[in-house]
Structure formats: C-alpha cells, structure tokens
C-alpha cells in the first residue's frame, strides 16, 4: 500500500494550490479518502472527505467554501483543491484510505506554506 | 462536533514500564451498525500517523501485542504493557463514527 501526496509549495495569502495524492496497493474505489493536515508543532486536523464513487463530499469548518476534493478512480488519484489560502492553512497535508470508520493508509505529506 | 479528550497530554515513562492513556468523546460512539469507531494512532517523531488500533480493540497488523485498546460507549484506553524505546511519539484516539472525523489533542510519550 502507498499513498503519494504531491503539490505542496510556498504561496501567497489568497492564492491557490492543487494537492495531488496518488493511490497504489489497495483497491483504490473500495475506499472513501480523506485529507487531514498538521500544522508546524501542533496536532491532527481532519479537513476533507470524498466517498467511493465521489458522489458525497465533507468539509470541515475551517475550509468549507475554499478547499474541494475530488477524486479520479480511473487514475486512483485524489485531489484537493485550495482556494483562497490563509496564513493559518500552512500545514502538512496527509491523505488518507479509509474502509470503514478509520483512517487505515496514510501517506507521507506535502507541505503547504501560506507566506508573504 | 464531537470532542475527543485526551488525558494526560504529556506521560513520561520509564523502560519496561506500563502506560496508558484516556481518551473520552462528547457523546456516545456506538454506531446504528452497533460497531464503536474509535481508533487509535502513534506518531513517531518525523513520521507520518500510523494506526494501532481500531474499533476500540483491534490491534493492526505488524502492531506488538504490548498494546491494547478498551472501553465503550464514551470512555476508551490505550495501554501499552511495557514500554520500550521505539514507543516514543504522540499517541492520538480519533473517532469515526459521527461526521466530521475528530481527533483528541495528542499525548506526547517520552522516556524518564
């Protein structure tokens, strides 16, 4: 199992940025993906949730109305799309399988730095 | 939301001894399915959350039988039965049962 996340760069506040997260190892359209990011030196936050087919999408919060997440099951890719970027969304960003109720595969992270 | 809370935030420990870790929600976590999605991860410094246990108790594969998971309903407990040097890290619970996913704040294990 690998989940490759790519994308992440430094940006200027009220930009924005793709993140990629490439699946390989599992049956990728068996599994509902999400993202969660960690900010420098603080904990877990779950961000965004995509079900199998795509059809239903979750947002926290803190990203509802900036960030969108997709999926291409053909390319066993996911996406999140950011929009809007704040200086409070620097973190590194996980993506993650999920089965039922957990979050079973994670990959390594892509940073994202918001900066002027 | 639900809010995972998670006790003590810093536990140190000495080699070979036990540890545990609390971790309570808001509200119940039994699913209509009757399963309780409460999972619990480690993260090892510089590395990326790997899960250890799921649905209160079962352990993931690769995982040392040194850990393990109780409780229910609300109130639920990492153990880990003798501590060795690689357990160093920050344990958090996360529940699944209700929308959003949430996570407690982290309890950072170091050796005494």
């Known amino acids: 199992v690998q989940l490759v996340e790519s994308g992440g760069v430094v940006v200027q506040p009220g930009g924005s940025l793709r993140l990629s997260c490439a699946a390989s190892?599992?049956?990728?359209?068996?599994?509902?993906m999400h993202w969660v990011r960690q900010a420098p030196g603080k904990g877990l936050e779950w961000v965004s949730l995509i079900t199998w087919d795509g059809g239903s999408t979750h947002y926290a919060d803190s990203v509802k109305g900036r960030f969108t997440i997709s999926r291409d099951n053909s390319k066993n890719s996911l996406y999140l799309q950011m929009n809007s970027l704040r200086t409070e969304d620097t973190a590194l960003y996980y993506c993650?399988?999920?089965?039922?109720?957990?979050?079973?595969?994670w990959g390594q992270g892509t940073l994202v730095t918001v900066s002027s | 939301d639900v809010v995972m809370t998670q006790s003590p935030l810093s536990l140190p420990v000495t080699l070979g001894q036990p540890a545990s870790i609390s971790c309570r929600s808001s509200?119940?976590?039994?699913?209509?399915?009757?399963?309780?999605?409460l999972n619990w991860f480690q993260q090892r410094p510089g590395q990326s959350p790997r899960r250890l246990i799921y649905?209160?108790?079962n352990r993931d594969s690769g995982v040392p039988d040194r850990f393990s998971g109780i409780g229910s309903g609300t109130d639920f407990t990492l153990k880990i039965s003798r501590v060795e040097a690689e357990d160093v890290g920050v344990y958090y619970c996360m529940q699944g049962t209700h929308w959003p996913y949430t996570f407690g704040q982290g309890t950072k294990l170091e050796i005494k």
């Open positions: 190892g599992f049956t990728f359209d068996d599994y509902m």
């Open positions: 649905k209160v108790s």
């Open positions: 993650g399988g999920d089965a039922t109720g957990s979050i079973d595969y």
């Open positions: 509200q119940s976590l039994v699913y209509s399915d009757g399963n309780i999605y």
